[in-house]
């Protein structure tokens, strides 16, 4: 089970840290994506973490702005954005992949997770 927390309100230029918590299955054994879908958009890739946290990879839009990293010893992921743009608003989904290595987050956009979280909304507006 993946449980996203820490959506909301925000205005532009501001930041949120979202969190992604895990339970029932090993999370030191999966790569773990972040994903969001906009009103009337297709859901799109954001970003992923390998199961070790030794490789990351971002979509070109928020490279510079997101972070993603993980702390296994508590079961959870984390997504810090910074300079948050209208753009980014959209319900945002992380999801778990049964994969190791440093190179299971490579083609994170096309893979098919094992397991979904149930969203948080992230809005931003002045």
């Known amino acids: 089970q993946l449980v996203e927390s820490g959506g909301g309100l925000v205005q532009p230029g501001g930041s949120l840290r979202l969190s992604c918590a895990t339970s029932?299955?090993?999370?030191?054994?999966?790569?773990i994506g972040w994903f969001r879908q906009a009103p009337g958009k297709e859901r799109e890739g954001v970003s992923c973490i390998t199961d070790s946290g030794d490789s990351t990879n971002y979509a070109d839009s928020v490279k510079g702005r997101f972070t993603i990293s993980r702390d296994n010893a508590k079961n959870t992921v984390y997504l810090q954005m910074t300079n948050l743009k209208p753009e980014d608003t959209a319900i945002y989904y992380c999801?778990?992949?049964?994969?190791?290595?440093?190179?299971?987050?490579?083609?994170?956009?096309?893979?098919?997770?094992?397991?979904w979280g149930q969203g948080t909304q992230v809005t931003v507006s002045s």
């Open positions: 029932g299955f090993t999370l030191d054994y999966y790569a």
């Open positions: 999801a778990a992949l049964f994969r190791r290595g440093y190179y299971a987050c490579e083609a994170y956009r096309g893979e098919t997770y094992d397991y």
